[in-house]
C-alpha cells in the first residue's frame, strides 16, 4: 500500500484537502485484502499468493473439514494422531539404543 498525504493547510480550503485525503486512503485500502465478506458481488478471494516471508501464521483453529488449515499437531499418520507416532518412534529409538550392537556379540 503506497499512500502520500497532501499537506493540508488551515482555512477554508481545509475540508476538501482533509476528504481528498480520506479518498485516497479508501482508494489504497480498496486495493488490499478484503477482510469481511459485506458484498456478495465483490466476494471475500485472494487473487494472489500470500507471502509469508518466513513468518508463521499464528492461532490457527482444529480443523474441523477437509479444506482446513492442519496444525501439525492434528496431523494423522495411518489414523493415528501425528503426537501419538512421535511418541512411538521415540520409544523404539530409546529401545534400539538399548540393545547391544552386532559387532559386540
Known amino acids: 500500500m503506497s499512500y502520500t498525504p ?3 493547510r488551515s482555512g477554508v480550503w481545509s475540508r476538501s484537502q482533509i476528504n481528498a485525503n480520506l479518498d485516497a486512503i479508501k482508494a489504497e ?3 488490499t485484502l478484503f477482510r469481511y465478506n459485506n458484498d ?3 466476494g471475500n ?3 494472489t499468493d500470500l507471502d509469508m516471508n518466513d513468518n508463521r501464521v499464528l492461532n490457527v483453529a482444529e480443523p474441523k ?3 482446513d488449515v492442519v496444525r501439525i ?6 489414523g493415528v494422531a501425528y ?3 512421535q511418541e512411538a518412534i521415540e520409544n523404539l529409538v530409546d529401545s534400539l ?3 547391544i550392537p552386532l559387532d559386540e556379540l
Open 83 to 85: 503426537e501419538a507416532v
Open 6 to 8: 497532501d499537506h493540508v
Open 40 to 42: 456478495p458481488q465483490v
Open 73 to 78: 499437531k492434528d496431523f494423522l499418520v495411518g
Open 97 to 99: 539404543n538399548g540393545l
Open 45 to 47: 478471494e485472494m487473487f
Open 65 to 67: 473439514s477437509p479444506l
Open 29 to 31: 485500502l480498496d486495493k
